[in-house]
């Protein structure tokens, strides 16, 4: 198994301690050493010259392409690589481009990272896709309406009415995927829609109130009609579409009879250890494709199939 998940292995220093002072925050946002990566639409800037880098802006440059408006510009601080702070800042004008730096959606470059193993940078674009929109999202506070403004490097919103002033936080939704199994056999579905041949553990956002345990065996008897009884965390990958926190376990099925929620899956299998190796030694075929190694359904395979 891969040592570390595609959004995973932040490499920068969060600096919570330093992000909360606004003196310092002005300083380093001021600072002609400080990096700013860019977004527009929820994609990251990336320079393609050669293979695929970010591509970091300085202030000036920043300032340059964002009409150095930052009063109507969401950014948020992103972390500190020794004294060199990073920032994201999303775009709200189309501007100019050389022609080696593209905006790209984040499962493009996530994917392209992937294919040449472990990279940090996904959960760094990741988290600069999720804080960004997040603020965007929160422009308005939830109890009374009125304006919020960021605060603490854009990991709070405030609100501007002094009767309310609730502090919102950015929400992280919790997702359980479950490799159900069932001695040598495991089971994979087919969400409605999705392509043919393609198959992923079963998945579903928890619910208030539930332990992962609970989530997962309610998940898996409303998506196929089936009993599990013991739950095994396995590995946990951040999923910045919106912001997801997906959750990896293994489940012991009680019973493998499979009842097909229509509206959820359009198909669910039994297969077994021998027949998936032999798929994964393939490369997958038209009938069965191999989850992509971005996705953690891929290392929750990986894991299973090392397990003798
Ligand atoms: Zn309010």
Redesign the pocket.
């Given at each position: 198994m891969s040592e570390n998940i595609i959004f995973a292995g932040f490499s920068l220093d969060p600096a919570d301690h330093l992000r909360s002072d606004d003196t310092w925050l002005f300083e380093k946002i001021t600072d002609p050493d400080s990096r700013f990566l860019l977004y527009a639409d929820g994609r990251p800037l990336m320079d393609i010259s050669d293979g695929l880098q970010a591509a970091y802006k300085t202030v000036d440059e920043t300032n340059a392409l964002t009409g150095g408006n930052w009063g109507q510009t969401d950014w948020a601080f992103i972390g500190t690589d020794g004294d060199i702070a990073t920032f994201a800042v999303a775009l709200i004008r189309k501007t100019d481009l050389p022609d080696h730096e593209k905006f790209i959606d984040l499962r493009s470059v996530a994917l392209q990272a992937s294919k040449a193993g472990f990279s940090p940078l996904p959960s760094l674009l990741g988290r600069g896709k999720m804080l960004l929109e997040w603020n965007g999202r929160r422009h308005y506070?939830s109890?009374?309406g009125?304006k919020t403004k960021a605060d603490r490097g854009g990991y709070v919103r405030k609100?501007i009415?002094d009767s309310?002033a609730?502090e919102h936080f950015p929400r992280t939704d919790p997702v359980v995927i479950m490799l159900v199994t069932d001695g040598d056999k495991c089971l994979l579905g087919r969400g409605k829609g999705w392509p043919e041949g393609n198959y992923s553990a079963l998945a579903g956002f928890m619910e208030p109130g539930e332990t992962i345990e609970e989530a997962t065996r309610r998940e898996v008897m409303e998506e196929a009609g089936m009993k599990v009884g013991n739950v095994t965390y396995i590995r946990s990958q951040p999923w910045p579409f919106p912001s997801s926190l997906m959750i990896g376990v293994f489940a012991e099925a009680i019973t493998t009879e499979i009842t097909l929620d229509e509206d959820e899956l359009e198909d669910a299998i039994w297969i077994d250890k021998v027949k998936l190796r032999s798929l994964f030694d393939s490369g997958g075929d038209a009938s069965f494709k191999i989850p992509p190694k971005i996705a953690i359904a891929r290392y929750l395979l990986e894991e299973w199939l090392q397990q003798v």
């Open positions: 506070c109890c009374c009125r609100c009415n309310c609730k």
